[in-house]
């Protein structure tokens, strides 16, 4: 009898707290971030920030960043963008210039970042396939990019798992060394090596959502008992949940740093 009892008190105050849970609360339930400041590579002197947004099967990535190559060949200097993945889930360090040229290329630095898992285009396919699809990309020397759309499994698993790494390319070709400046693409011998070579990166980290924050919850009630008072209904609605309940801890669970 007594546990019927709690056991129905649990219920009303997961359904109260639902009430009482703004729709931002709501949404984290199932939602996941994962950001990452982006730092220069081979000397580009750009800067930026980039963020993945799980909500269910769709994926929100912003990709911002000022400072990088202008012009190319009379346009604005296209800059193509990728989540690269199943690599170390690292930035590499100049070390990796392998040929010495004084750049470290796409290839030199795949052992840290991994090959390309996705496209950061503005429109259409997004898989590796788009590569270079340069007309797809943001270009010039700043950009706010935005979109919204499936993220592909091998790379939403990447992201989740820590090895999920945001590369923007293209450098400004006079930065370059005389040699550098003269070398091809290795991914399209009709580029210069400079309209490929990685300009930003940064390996993107989780902060998992999955929980209820810390006294994140407004109750309107205010003082210590109130507060013990929704962690109490808190377990119980995660209990009732069920199957949704251990959803949330899976997602948890894939998030931590193994
Ligand atoms: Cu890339």
Not at 144 to 163: C, H, I, K, M, P
Not at 229 to 243: E, K, N, P, S, T
Request: proline share 7%; glycine share 16%; with cysteine.
């Amino acid at each position: 009898m007594r546990t019927k009892t709690v056991r129905s008190t649990a219920l009303a105050g997961a359904l109260g707290l639902a009430l009482f849970l703004p729709g931002s609360a709501l949404a984290q339930s199932d939602s996941e971030s994962f950001r990452t400041t982006l730092q220069p590579l081979n000397n580009s002197g750009g800067s930026g920030q980039a963020m993945v947004d799980f909500s269910g099967d769709q994926a929100t990535v912003t990709v911002s960043y000022e400072g990088l190559a202008e012009t190319f060949q009379g346009g604005p200097f296209p800059h193509a963008q990728h989540i690269h993945i199943a690599g170390r889930g690292e930035c590499p360090d100049p070390s990796a210039d392998e040929n010495g040229d004084g750049v470290v290329s796409t290839l030199e630095g795949q052992p840290s970042y991994g090959p390309i898992g996705t496209s950061l285009t503005t429109e259409g396919d997004t898989s590796a396939d788009s590569a270079l699809a340069v007309e797809r990309f943001p270009g010039g020397p700043s950009a706010d990019y935005e979109r919204t759309f499936t993220l592909n499994q091998e790379s939403a698993e990447s992201v989740r798992n820590g090895t999920g790494v945001i590369v923007v390319h293209g450098l400004d070709p006079t930065t370059l060394s005389p040699e550098a400046q003269e070398a091809k693409s290795e991914l399209d011998p009709s580029l210069p090596l400079a309209a490929t070579a990685p300009a930003l990166c940064g390996a993107l980290s989780g902060s998992q959502i999955g929980a209820m924050p810390d006294g994140g919850v407004d109750t309107g009630g205010g003082g210590t008992a109130g507060t013990e008072d929704v962690r109490m209904f808190a377990i119980g609605g995660l209990a009732l949940a069920g199957a949704a309940g251990a959803g949330v801890l899976a997602v948890r669970r894939r998030g931590e740093p193994s």
